[in-house]
């Protein structure tokens, strides 16, 4: 199990002592903020972009990021195919899916992921390691990660990015391999 200490937004002070604690994994939202804050403090950490991925962000949070857990879209998996060719280097990949099927959420649709993960591995050669998931607030989160876990067994997947503050335990009991903390370690933003 990885705990993700979601730092994204939270000042440093807040962060400082989490990392003196030993927390090692911790979870950004946008690629230039990650940069600013991490990029001479990297050393011996994992690094995880959990929001939304622009195409045109590619070559720095290829370069940058140790797992990037938004993948949503071919023409995101075309342009990070072509990055980790140029690069030679391949951070981790997770598929964010849209479990509750919110307009305004990013994540391919429940009844669309497995021809996507397809398409990545088959069309973009890129190496799939799990799911990411995102409950809406206004129902309870337990099927959602249910369906998650089940979409990730029939395509072989292992890592499951479920879970935050208010229903981590709940992810957990789900199968969770990863959970993002962010208020229950930092405070509220």
Not at 175 to 182: S, W
Request: charged content about 25%; overall charge positive; some cysteine.
């Amino acid at each position: 199990m990885t705990l993700n200490a979601v730092s994204k937004q939270q000042p440093w002070e807040r962060i400082a002592p989490v990392l003196a604690a030993g927390q090692r994994v911790f979870g950004e939202n946008r690629v230039q903020e990650a940069l600013r804050r991490w990029e001479a403090r990297r050393e011996g950490l994992e690094l995880r972009l959990i929001g939304p991925l622009q195409t045109n962000k590619t070559h720095e949070a290829v370069a940058f990021f140790d797992v990037i857990e938004t993948l949503d879209r071919e023409r995101l998996a075309g342009a990070l195919a072509q990055e980790i060719q140029r690069q030679g280097r391949a951070p981790r990949l997770y598929v964010q899916v849209n479990t509750g099927e919110e307009p305004q959420k990013a994540g391919i649709a429940p009844a669309a992921a497995d021809a996507f993960i397809a398409a990545c591995r088959k069309d973009y050669g890129l190496p799939i390691e799990g799911l990411m998931c995102i409950p809406p607030e206004s129902q309870p989160p337990a099927p959602h990660f249910a369906l998650l876990a089940k979409i990730a067994a029939r395509n072989g997947l292992l890592g499951l990015s479920m879970g935050m503050s208010a229903d981590f335990e709940t992810a957990v009991r789900f199968g969770a391999t990863a959970v993002r903390v962010g208020s229950a370690l930092f405070g509220e933003r």
